[in-house]
């Protein structure tokens, strides 16, 4: 078979224009190339958006690591709190009994403070009777004062009351005869 000489510019006898192989290899050659390009392009898009989401990974990642640190130092705060708790718990037992305890004591100092009332009504009631007898006494004092001052005022000496009472003696004796 022999070649035509086909040209670019000239169509055929069918008016269709022939290209050579060398032209239909460039022309897929430049449709690989642009396809290329364009992949590239892509990759590139890609490869950027890739780096970026792999940023935001990394903080996350960061984050996350922190976000550990502070979940374990919570779980230590969490473990310190429930020791406290219990410690509270405890001394609100024993408060609980010390109270239980001061109830008690108030019982028995009411009941102390009843009898004691009582013992100053009693008191009360024996100074009353006290004063009536000093008063009494007071009074009888006075008798006795005045009657001492009375006697001391008329006393006789030993001899003469002895005179007196030798004579009130024969006086006495004579009237029985």
Not at 43 to 71: A, C, N, P
Not at 72 to 86: F, S
């Amino acid at each position: 078979m022999a070649q035509k000489n086909v040209s670019k510019n000239k169509p055929d006898d069918k008016g269709v224009y022939r290209s050579t192989k060398r032209d239909q290899y460039t022309v897929v050659l430049e449709d690989l190339r642009s396809q290329f390009r364009v992949f590239g392009e892509g990759l590139s898009y890609v490869s950027d958006t890739l780096d970026k989401h792999t940023e935001i990974l990394d903080d996350h990642t960061k984050q996350f690591k922190e976000i550990r640190g502070d979940i374990t130092e919570i779980r230590g705060d969490i473990v310190e709190i429930k020791g406290d708790i219990t410690e509270i718990k405890g001394d609100i037992v024993e408060i609980r009994g010390d109270i239980t305890e001061i109830r008690g004591d108030i019982v028995e100092i009411r009941g102390d403070i009843v009898e004691i009332k009582g013992d100053i009504t009693e008191i009360r009631g024996d100074t009353t009777r006290t004063n009536e007898h000093l008063t009494k006494a007071e009074a009888e004092l006075e008798f006795v004062k005045e009657q001492l001052s009375i006697i001391r005022h008329n006393q006789v000496t030993r001899d003469e009351f002895h005179l007196l009472e030798t004579r009130v003696a024969r006086l006495e004796h004579t009237r029985k005869q």
